[in-house]
């Protein structure tokens, strides 16, 4: 999933200081998942700034809706009457479902009602771990399912960095080495030859952004970015 946390109030009470009308638009996957910009988090915010409005005497009207994601055009046109009843949007979704947003209606101000952490998982209730970067060179299967690009603090392809104290990373001693992690889980799987194979230079450098991915059954009709 898509973690995420809701910018600070006075952040979004700036950003909104120049519009009367606005609608909070959340997104029902990710970021209601990591409590941040869910159809609650929208009522949450929603009720925050008509408070703080009246205290002000400054005049502010709140719509609020939320679609089932918002990084899919099908849900977005889901918005088009509050779109055009408000001067501008609060999107509650990740960086990606913001930007969508914006592209498809793209004559109002859509603005970042949340900052976009990381991809990672539930722990559990109110805790998240970042998991992956979305390097498009998955090593998982020689890494015991553990990503040393993500969960090891340097990143190392091929460690430990010999900086590893009983099994606790250099660069924050609170957390454990990955590349420990990394012997461990190969030995108990059986696999620990693999801890021996040396991984050729990333070629993160050479990729092109924005990526794009087009599935093999839909290759003819978006040839274009073939
Ligand atoms: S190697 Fe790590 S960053 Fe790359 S795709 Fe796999 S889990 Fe994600
Ligand atoms: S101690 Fe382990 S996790 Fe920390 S930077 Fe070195 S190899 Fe990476």
């Known amino acids: 999933?898509?973690?995420a946390e809701r910018k600070p109030f006075a952040?979004?009470?700036?950003?909104?200081?120049?519009?009367k009308k606005v609608l909070i638009a959340g997104?029902?996957?990710c970021v209601a998942v990591c409590l941040a910009g869910g159809e609650k988090e929208v009522g949450l915010l929603a009720a925050e700034l008509s408070i703080a409005s009246k205290i002000k005497g400054r005049p502010l009207a709140i719509s609020q809706a939320t679609v089932e994601r918002q990084c899919d055009r099908e849900f977005l046109s889901e918005l088009k009457d509050p779109v055009e009843e408000n001067e501008?949007?609060?999107s509650l979704a990740c960086g990606a479902g913001i930007q969508?947003?914006?592209?498809?209606?793209d004559t109002k101000p859509v603005?970042?009602?949340?900052?976009?952490?990381f991809i990672g998982v539930n722990e559990a209730v109110g805790f998240w771990t970042e998991r992956c970067r979305a390097c498009h060179e998955c090593v998982l299967d020689q890494t015991g399912g553990?990503?040393?690009k993500t969960v090891c603090a340097k990143g190392i392809l091929n460690g430990p960095c010999g900086g590893t104290v009983h099994g606790q990373c250099e660069v924050d001693r609170e957390k454990p080495c990955a590349w420990t992690l990394?012997?461990?889980?190969?030995?108990?799987?059986?696999?620990?030859?693999?801890i021996r194979k040396a991984f050729e230079p990333s070629r993160n450098s050479l990729r092109i952004t924005p990526a794009y991915q087009t599935h093999a059954a839909y290759k003819r009709r978006f040839e274009a970015h073939e």
């Open 1 to 3: 999933m898509i973690v």
């Open 11 to 19: 952040e979004i009470e700036a950003m909104l200081a120049p519009y």
């Open 27 to 29: 997104c029902g996957t």
């Open 88 to 90: 501008a949007i609060l």
């Open 100 to 105: 969508f947003l914006a592209e498809i209606y």
């Open 111 to 117: 603005l970042p009602g949340v900052n976009t952490t």
């Open 146 to 148: 553990i990503c040393p």
């Open 182 to 194: 990394i012997y461990r889980r190969l030995e108990k799987t059986g696999r620990l030859d693999l």
